[in-house]
């Protein structure tokens, strides 16, 4: 149980494009998911967290009119990079808990190269 | 400030030598502790969390994690490493305070790496 899904695994841009990672939980409902970024051989990020039907929170520092999120069922968020640069070259990762304080389950990651 | 440290970036054992992961927190309260794994180009897999009750938890792969609460110290082990255990493991504490509460801080990551 607790399997989270992302698509797509990579993608390859251009710059100025958007593009739209979906992070699903098959087998639960998932009240939070969470979006991370990652770095080659570093520590996980948090972007922001996203309550269904509800406003997602950003943390500092990032940009909330570029990285577009959407909680829109109890199974699904979608995390869109807008206007996509190559600085938003990356590896995310999305999370999904049944409630906030319980466990976090992850995503298998999404690699997203702007060109 | 809740935290987690993970003192080296590396360790390095030969298969079938015990396994040691370091992980040390500072938390005010009770600290929610995970440790998660990470394989190339993949997301996290969840190993165990600590949350209340016996020290030494078990959990996914032969792991386990013994929470020390003197030396606030939450270390993974395995008895027994395997070449596929070679990987990125992070240790996190569930943050518990103001706007943050419920979500993950991170330690640096432990680059694991078994050798045959």
């Known amino acids: 149980g607790a399997v989270v899904s992302q698509h797509p695994s990579w993608v390859i841009c251009k710059s100025g494009t958007s593009v739209k990672i979906e992070c699903r939980s098959l087998?639960?409902?998932?009240?939070?998911m969470f979006w991370y970024r990652q770095f080659p051989k570093q520590s996980l990020m948090l972007m922001a967290t996203?309550?269904?039907?509800?406003?997602?929170?950003?943390e500092q520092g990032v940009e909330k009119d570029k990285f577009l999120i959407n909680h829109a069922s109890l199974t699904l968020s979608t995390l869109t990079v807008t206007s996509a640069h190559p600085e938003d070259s990356s590896f995310y990762i999305c999370?999904?808990?049944?409630?906030?304080?319980?466990?976090?389950?992850f995503g298998p990651g999404t690699r997203l190269l702007v060109l | 400030a809740q935290s987690v440290a993970q003192p080296e970036d590396q360790v390095n054992v030969a298969e079938g030598n015990p396994l040691t992961v370091k992980c040390t927190y500072s938390?005010?309260?009770?600290?929610?502790l995970f440790w998660y794994v990470q394989y190339p180009n993949r997301g996290l897999q969840f190993l165990l969390k600590?949350?209340?009750?016996?020290?030494l938890v078990k959990g996914s792969y032969g792991f386990e994690a013994e929470f020390n609460k003197s030396q606030t110290s939450f270390h993974l082990k395995k008895p027994s490493a395997l070449v596929s255990d070679s990987a990125l493991y992070f240790c996190a504490v569930r943050l518990a305070w103001g706007d943050s509460w419920g979500k993950l801080q991170f330690g640096a990551g432990t680059q694991v790496v078994v050798t045959p």
């Open positions: 996203s309550n269904e039907g509800s406003k997602a929170t950003y």
């Open positions: 999370s999904a808990s049944k409630r906030i304080q319980e466990t976090q389950y």
């Open positions: 087998d639960f409902q998932a009240t939070t």
């Open positions: 600590y949350i209340t009750g016996d020290n």
């Open positions: 938390v005010s309260g009770n600290p929610y």
